[in-house]
C-alpha cells in the first residue's frame, strides 16, 4: 500500500459524505465558471461587436448608467478632422424595452456611416434612407420580439416597419434593434444627440499610436472618452459593478465550499485519530501526516473543481435554452476560466485542510492505546 | 417630584419636536423631488392577474409645488395605442380628470372616480397624482431594515382641509440616497389597502437616486403590477395643448428645453 493508496482510501472510507462534500465545492466552482464566464462573454461580445464593424476606437461617454451619457453630435465633427482618423460613424445606442421585451439595445447609426456595413441580410431589405419609418432587427431580436419582415414594430412613439433580418456577426449587434440615427433623433427627440461615436484609424496605424490617437481625441473632446475598442466597456460602471458583484457572489461560494471541505477534513481527522497515531507510532513523521491530509484535501478540491466546471458549463446551457434568456447570453468558457477554476478548487482544498492537518500533526502515537 | 417634571416634560417635548421637524424635513425633501418640474417617463406596465396585460406608455408631467398635471398615454399595443388619461390636482382641492379613447371620445372623471384603476393596474388615479410628502401630519414612527438597507419608516397623514381615499401612508426611506424602498397605504380604518416596493433604483442626470422598477399590490386579490422605468427626461418643454384633449389626439415625442 503505498501513499497515495492511504490518500485514495480516507476519502473512500465515508463515500456519502466525500460525495456530499464534492457536491458542495462543485457548486461553488459552477458558480464561479457560470458568472465569471458570463460577465466575459459579454465583454468578448462587445469586442467582437466592434471588431466586426471595423471600429479601433469607440468614443463614449460611460457613466453608471447601462447606456452611456449623450453628447451633441458636434463632437463627431470635431474628431473627423483629424488627419489619423480615418472614418468616424455617429451612434445612439440605448438600452430600452420595446413592446413585450424588457431590455433590447436599439441602435441608431449615422445613415451610410460604416458601422451598417458589417451587417448581413439574412432576409428583407436595407432601409432605402435615413428617414425611412423602418428599422432592421438583428436575428435574435427578431426571435425575442416574434417579428417577422413587413411586421409593425413600436418604437418610442412611432410605429416603424421591421424591413429587415440582419447577422451582424456578434451577439450584441444580432440582439440589436438597428435603425437611422436621425430617424431615432426625430422619434425620441434627441435631435443633435448622439453617445457613442466608433472610430476607424487611417490605416498602417500601429498599436501605440492608435492610444496616442485617444488621447489626442480626449484632448479636443472632454465631453466623452476615447478608448481603443473592446477595452471600453471596462469604463462603465455598470459593467464594473456586474462584473463585482459575479466576484462576490462567486466567493461566497467558494467560501461555501472551503467551510465544507474543512468540515469533511476535520471529521476525518476526529474518526481516523487512531489510524493517524498508528501511523505515528510505526515511524510517520507529523509532516508526512500532514501532507496527507493536504493531499486528500487537494483531491477533493481538484474532483470538486472537475465536477464544477462540467456543473457549470451544463448550466449555463440549460440556461441559454430558457425562453426569456435565449439570445441574451454568450458565455466564454476558454481553457484558462476551466484551469482557473480547478486551480482555485484545488487551493480551496489545500486552505481548507490547513487546520485539520494542524490538529492530526498534533496527535502522538501513545492516543492511539487509548481507543 | 413636581421639580423633577419641570425638567423631564420639557426635555421630552424637544426631543419630540426635533422628531417632528426631522419628519417634515424629510417629507418636504421627497415632496421636493416629485414636484420637480417638467418631464417625460418612458416605462413598461406589466398588469398579471387572472390575465397578463402589457403596455408601453409615455408619461408626460409638469408638476410645481401648487399643482399637478400628468398625462399617461398608452403607445403599445397597437390596438390601445392613443389611449390617454389626463390628471390634474392644484393644491388641497380634489384631483380631477379626463380619459381619452381614439379616435375622438372623450370622458370626464369625477372626484369619486379617482380611486378607480389606472389603465387596468392596480394603482387608482389618485395614486399618481396625489404627493402625501405634501400632508401636514408627518412623523418618523420607525426604522427597518428593507432589501438590507436601513429605512425611516415616515408616516403621513392627510392635515385639516387634505382629503384622501388614505388615513395615512407609510414610507420606508434609504435615507443615505433618500429613496423610498416601499410605500404602504392605509384606510381610515388601519387597514393596509395598497403595497409599492421599489426593485429597482438608479441614479438620474441630476445625481439623484430615483426607483425606476415598482412593484404594486392593490386589494385585488392575485393582481400584481409591474413598472419598469426605461428613460426619464426633465426639463422637458411642453405647450399646453399636450395637456388637453385636443393635444392627445397627435402622440408627440418629447423634446429636453436644451434641443
Known amino acids: 500500500m503505498n501513499f497515495f493508496t492511504i490518500v485514495t482510501r480516507g476519502l473512500l472510507r465515508r463515500p456519502v459524505r466525500t460525495g456530499l462534500t464534492l457536491v458542495g465545492i462543485s457548486i461553488g466552482i459552477a458558480a464561479v465558471v457560470a458568472l465569471i464566464g458570463i460577465s466575459r462573454g459579454f465583454e468578448s461580445s462587445w469586442a467582437t461587436g466592434m471588431k466586426v464593424r471595423g471600429t479601433d476606437i469607440v468614443v463614449s461617454n460611460m457613466g453608471n448608467a447601462l447606456a452611456p451619457k449623450p453628447f451633441s453630435s458636434e463632437v463627431r465633427d470635431r474628431i473627423g478632422k483629424l488627419p489619423e482618423v480615418s472614418a468616424a460613424c455617429s451612434i445612439y445606442a440605448d438600452l430600452t424595452s420595446v413592446e413585450d421585451a424588457s431590455m433590447m439595445v436599439v441602435s441608431a447609426r449615422e445613415w451610410d456611416g460604416f458601422s451598417w456595413q458589417n451587417l448581413k441580410l439574412i432576409s428583407g431589405r436595407m432601409p432605402n434612407d435615413a428617414m425611412e419609418p423602418a428599422v432592421v432587427l438583428g436575428q435574435t431580436a427578431a426571435e425575442m420580439l416574434k417579428k417577422k419582415i413587413g411586421d409593425p414594430l413600436q418604437l418610442e412613439t412611432k410605429e416603424l416597419t421591421v424591413v429587415g433580418i440582419v447577422d451582424g456577426g456578434a451577439m450584441v449587434e444580432n440582439g440589436s434593434v438597428i435603425l437611422s440615427l436621425a430617424l431615432f433623433q426625430n422619434i425620441t427627440g434627441n435631435e443633435g444627440r448622439i453617445n457613442v461615436i466608433d472610430i476607424r484609424a487611417a490605416p498602417g496605424l500601429s498599436e501605440e499610436a492608435v492610444k496616442q490617437l485617444c488621447d489626442k481625441i480626449d484632448a479636443i473632446a472632454p465631453e466623452a472618452k476615447a478608448m481603443v475598442a473592446g477595452e471600453h466597456l471596462g469604463n462603465s460602471q455598470a459593467f464594473r459593478f456586474i462584473s463585482a458583484m459575479s466576484w462576490g457572489t462567486s466567493l461566497l461560494a467558494v467560501i461555501v465550499g472551503v467551510l465544507g471541505v474543512m468540515n469533511t477534513m476535520l471529521m476525518t481527522v476526529f474518526e481516523r485519530k487512531q489510524e493517524i497515531c498508528i501511523l505515528l507510532a510505526i515511524g510517520w513523521k507529523p509532516g508526512r501526516v500532514i501532507r496527507m491530509i493536504l ?17 457549470g458549463t451544463i448550466g449555463v446551457k440549460v440556461l441559454e435554452t430558457l425562453p426569456a434568456i435565449h439570445g441574451m447570453l454568450e458565455p466564454d468558457f476558454n481553457a484558462g476560466l476551466m484551469g482557473v477554476a480547478v486551480v482555485l478548487s484545488v487551493v480551496v482544498g489545500v486552505l481548507s485542510g490547513l487546520y485539520p492537518a494542524w490538529r492530526s500533526s498534533r496527535l502522538t502515537p501513545s492516543l492511539a492505546m487509548q481507543g | 417630584m413636581k421639580t423633577l417634571l419641570r425638567l423631564i416634560i420639557p426635555a421630552l417635548l424637544a426631543v419630540s419636536a426635533l422628531a417632528d421637524d426631522s419628519a417634515s424635513e424629510l417629507a418636504a425633501k421627497l415632496g421636493a423631488l416629485q414636484q420637480n418640474g417638467s418631464s417625460v417617463v418612458r416605462l413598461k406596465m406589466e398588469v398579471q392577474g387572472a390575465a397578463k396585460s402589457t403596455l408601453q406608455l409615455q408619461i408626460k408631467q409638469r408638476r410645481t409645488n401648487s399643482a399637478t398635471e400628468v ?8 390596438e390601445r395605442a392613443g389611449e390617454a388619461v389626463l390628471l390634474r390636482k392644484t393644491g388641497d382641492q380634489s384631483a380631477s380628470g379626463t380619459i381619452f379613447i381614439p379616435p375622438n371620445t372623450v370622458s370626464t372623471l369625477d372626484s369619486s372616480q379617482m380611486k378607480e384603476a389606472l389603465l387596468g393596474s392596480d394603482l387608482t388615479y389618485d395614486d399618481v397624482v396625489e404627493n402625501f410628502f405634501l400632508w401636514k401630519q408627518q412623523a418618523i414612527v420607525g426604522t427597518e431594515v428593507v432589501n438590507r438597507v436601513s429605512c425611516d419608516i415616515l408616516e403621513s397623514k ?3 382641509g387634505q382629503r384622501s381615499y388614505y388615513g395615512s401612508v407609510r414610507t420606508w426611506v434609504d435615507r443615505r440616497r433618500d429613496v423610498p424602498l416601499r410605500v404602504e397605504k392605509y384606510s381610515s380604518s388601519g387597514k393596509l389597502v395598497r403595497r409599492i ?5 438608479v441614479t438620474n442626470d441630476d445625481k439623484q437616486a430615483v426607483p425606476a422598477n415598482l412593484t404594486v399590490n392593490g386589494p385585488r386579490q392575485g ?6 422605468g426605461s428613460s426619464v427626461k426633465h426639463g422637458v418643454s411642453f405647450s399646453d395643448k399636450e395637456f388637453t384633449p385636443a393635444g392627445f389626439m397627435e402622440v408627440s415625442p418629447a423634446r429636453s428645453a436644451s434641443n
Do not use: M
Open chain 1, 295 to 311: 493531499w486528500e484535501s487537494a483531491l477533493l478540491g481538484f474532483l470538486g473543481g472537475i465536477v464544477g466546471v462540467i456543473i
Open chain 2, 223 to 228: 393582481s400584481v403590477t409591474e413598472l419598469n
Open chain 2, 71 to 78: 398625462v399617461y398615454q398608452v403607445l403599445w399595443p397597437k
Open chain 2, 158 to 160: 392627510p392635515g385639516r
Open chain 2, 197 to 201: 416596493e421599489t426593485t429597482r433604483v
